[in-house]
């Protein structure tokens, strides 16, 4: 049986600075979506050039940023921001939502498409196959850091893993890694060979949002429930498989009007 390894949170300490291991993943994750993007931008159906796409993926970075710290405050600690609403701006304490972030950085898209004069399906669609690099990268953060840890598990599972952050000696799955491996690497490689070829509007999109959608959900049954909120639905759902719901049901419309209407961005 395994033990988490228990890394420094701190991967660099600059005299009074520390840098997180959890902030270099949104670095990297930001270097590589902007590495992966510029790729996209030499396609003749690309909706952005070179020069446009730092532009671009500033809008996107304030809207994860935000988004993700409303989500977090809003969907998982409600209760604790009525009590001390300050608490929503001290982001130094740490916390975000993927599904607070999707909706910061579908804002970032719209303003954006405005700006350049073009659809906003056209900018999701360039977009949505790049979004699991931050994933992943994000998962492998949590897991450096010990956060979000499984469910317990038999210990006669090869990989279970013993987190001492959770307070217990028990065996669990060590569900970062199934989220970093199905959110991450399994949707970015479903996503970038779906988009290699062009394909009608929308319809890369409604494959990011339902495919996000189900490995989110699969990954919550491996994942411990969040200790504040338990199961939020039917004694068996969590809060990440309920916000889960509206992406599978959206991303299946968007692929259904797509191929309906057929028409490529």
């Known amino acids: 049986m395994l033990v988490h390894p228990q890394f420094d949170p701190v991967a660099v300490s600059l005299g009074p600075l520390d840098i997180h291991w959890y902030g270099l993943t949104y670095l990297v994750a930001f270097v590589g979506g902007w590495a992966l993007a510029r790729l996209r931008t030499s396609r003749p159906d690309s909706p952005v050039n070179a020069e446009q796409l730092g532009d671009l993926l500033f809008y996107m970075a304030l809207g994860v940023i935000l988004g993700g710290r409303f989500g977090y405050v809003l969907f998982y600690h409600f209760e604790r921001f009525l009590a001390e609403p300050l608490w929503l701006v001290q982001i130094w304490e740490g916390g975000m939502s993927f599904h607070g972030g999707l909706i910061g950085v579908l804002a970032a898209m719209l303003m954006f498409a405005r700006r350049i004069g073009t659809g906003f399906f056209n900018i999701a669609d360039f977009i949505a196959p790049v979004i699991p690099v931050g994933l992943g990268l994000g998962r492998l953060g949590n897991f450096i850091n010990g956060e979000l840890w499984g469910r317990p598990t038999s210990p006669e599972l090869p990989w279970a893993m013993v987190f001492p952050q959770a307070g217990d000696a028990l065996p669990r799955h060590p ?14 490689v479903v996503l970038w060979w779906f988009s290699a070829r062009p394909r009608p509007r929308m319809a890369v999109s409604g494959l990011f949002l339902a495919g996000y959608g189900v490995l989110r959900s699969v990954a919550e049954f491996y994942r411990e429930p969040d200790a504040h909120l338990g199961f939020v639905l039917l004694d068996w759902m969590t809060m990440g498989q309920v916000l889960s719901v509206p992406m599978i049901v959206a991303g299946a419309i968007l692929l259904f009007l797509a191929y309906r209407q057929g028409r490529t961005a």
Do not use: D, K, P, T
């Not at 569900?175 to 970015?188: D, H, M, P, R």
């Open 175 to 188: 569900s970062q890694l199934y989220q970093f491996a199905l959110e991450g690497v399994l949707l970015f």
